[in-house]
C-alpha cells in the first residue's frame, strides 16, 4: 500500500554491508556486499578489514537499493541502521552514512538492535508476527531465546549461550575439520552425505542437573572440544577422519538442544508461535526438526527464507519499519555505534 511508510535499514555489524528498503511488509531492494572472501584466510572475522570494507561498499550498496526499489532518498520516510550489538569499527560506518544521509536529506534516524532485526525480518515473508512469540536467534555471535510480546517496545530474555554462539561451533568445527569458513553452510552441505546418529556427541546443559539453572540456556563449547578429541583419538590412531559423518553428528547436537529448548520454551510460556533467526537459521536440518518437534505441539514455526536469515539490510529496515507503524519516536543525531547493545533496548530511544 502506497500509504504505508518507506523505510530504509542499513546493516553494517560484521562483514556484510546491506541496504534494504522495505514499504510496510514488503520488501523492495535487499541490496548486499560482502567481505567474506577477505576473512575466509583468517578462519574468522577481523574487525579493520570488515570496517575497511563497509567504507567502500556503503555508497555503491546504497545506490543499487535504491535503484532496485525505484526510489529515490527524497521518497525515504525514515532511515533505520543497526546500532549495535557488533563490531564497534563496523557498526561505526553505519551509523555514520545513516546520519549523514539523514542530515542530507532530513529523514528521521532509528538506531535498531540488530538481534530485533532478526526477529523482524521474518514479517517480510509471513507478515504480522502473532504475538506473543517465542524467538530464536542463532548467528555468529549469538544464541538467545526470548519471549516476544511487542517487538517494538522489548523483548523478555529467556536464556543464551554461556559460551560459544551457535554459528560459532559451526565455524570452528568446520575449521578444525579443514573444511573453510564461514562454517555453516559448508557443514550443512557436507552433513548430507553423513550419518547423523553413527558419533554421539554431547549435549550441552540438558542434564537434569544442568536444567535447573540453565533449562533455557546453552552451551557449545564442550560438544566443539569432545568433536576435536573425537578427531584426534582417529588421527592418533592412524585411521581416517569420516568428515560427513562427525559434520553430521556434530550438526544433529547442537540442532537437538536447539529445537528442545526452543520448543520447550513455547510450551512453558503457552505461546504458539515460534520464530527462528540469524545465520543459522539458515540450516536445513535446524529447519525439519524445529518443524516436526513443534507440529507434535501444534507449534508453528517461521522462519525467513535463508537469504534473509544471514545479515543483511532488509532486516533492519523491517524493524525501522515495525517501530515507524507504532509510533515509536525516532532516536537523535548523536545515537551511538553501541557494540554490546543489550537485547531490552530494540531501538535508541530519542
Ligand atoms: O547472522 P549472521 O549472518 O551473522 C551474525 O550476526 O553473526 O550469522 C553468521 C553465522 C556464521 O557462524 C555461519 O557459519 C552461520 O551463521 N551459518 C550457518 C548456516 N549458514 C550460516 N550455520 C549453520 N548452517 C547454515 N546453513
Ligand atoms: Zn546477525
Not at 35 to 63: C, I, K, Y
Not at 126 to 155: C, F, K, Q, R, W
Not at 224 to 250: C, N, Y
Amino acid at each position: 500500500m502506497a500509504d504505508e511508510p518507506l523505510v530504509l535499514g542499513i546493516e553494517t555489524s560484521c562483514d556484510e554491508t546491506g541496504i534494504g528498503i522495505v514499504r510496510g511488509h514488503t520488501l523492495l531492494a535487499d541490496a548486499l556486499a560482502s567481505s567474506v572472501d577477505q576473512h575466509a584466510r583468517f578462519g574468522g572475522v577481523v574487525p579493520e578489514v570488515a570496517s575497511r570494507a563497509h567504507l567502500e561498499a556503503l555508497v555503491p550498496t546504497m545506490q543499487r537499493a535504491l535503484e532496485e526499489a525505484k526510489v529515490t532518498l527524497a521518497d525515504i520516510d525514515a532511515i533505520a541502521v543497526t546500532s549495535g550489538p557488533g563490531l564497534a569499527g563496523a557498526l561505526l560506518v553505519g551509523v555514520a552514512a545513516a546520519k549523514g544521509y539523514a542530515l542530507a536529506a532530513d529523514k528521521p534516524v532509528y538506531g535498531v538492535n540488530h538481534l530485533a532485526a532478526h526477529v523482524a525480518v521474518d514479517t517480510l515473508e509471513h507478515g504480522p508476527l502473532p504475538e506473543p512469540a517465542i524467538a530464536m536467534l542463532v548467528s555468529g555471535g549469538h544464541s538467545s531465546l526470548l519471549l516476544v510480546d511487542d517487538l517494538t517496545n522489548g523483548v523478555t530474555p529467556l536464556g543464551a549461550t554461556i559460551d560459544d554462539a551457535a554459528g560459532e561451533a559451526f565455524d570452528k568445527v568446520a575449521r578444525l575439520l579443514g573444511l573453510g569458513f564461514p562454517g555453516g553452510p559448508i557443514i550443512d552441505r557436507t552433513a548430507k552425505e553423513g550419518d547423523p546418529a553413527s558419533i554421539a556427541f554431547p549435549r550441552g546443559l540438558t542434564a537434569p542437573k544442568d536444567l535447573a539453572a540453565h533449562r533455557f540456556d546453552f552451551s557449545f563449547s564442550g560438544l566443539k572440544t569432545a568433536v576435536a578429541r573425537w578427531v584426534e583419538a582417529r588421527e592418533r590412531a592412524g585411521e581416517p577422519v569420516p568428515i560427513a559423518d562427525v559434520s553430521a553428528s556434530f550438526q544433529e547436537a547442537v540442532c537437538d538442544v536447539l529445537t528442545a529448548k526452543a520448543i520447550e520454551a513455547c510450551r512453558t510460556n503457552g505461546v504458539g508461535t515460534l520464530v527462528i533467526g540469524g545465520g543459522v537459521a539458515a540450516n536445513s536440518r535446524l529447519r525439519v526438526l524445529a518443524e516436526e518437534r513443534a507440529a507434535k505441539h501444534g507449534i508453528e514455526v517461521r522462519v525467513p527464507r535463508p537469504a534473509l536469515c544471514t545479515d543483511n539490510g532488509a532486516m533492519v529496515a523491517a524493524l525501522g519499519s515495525r517501530l515507524v507503524a507504532a509510533g515509536v519516536a525516532p532516536s537523535r543525531l548523536d545515537l551511538p555505534a553501541d557494540s554490546a547493545m543489550p537485547l531490552t533496548a530494540v531501538s535508541v530511544a530519542g
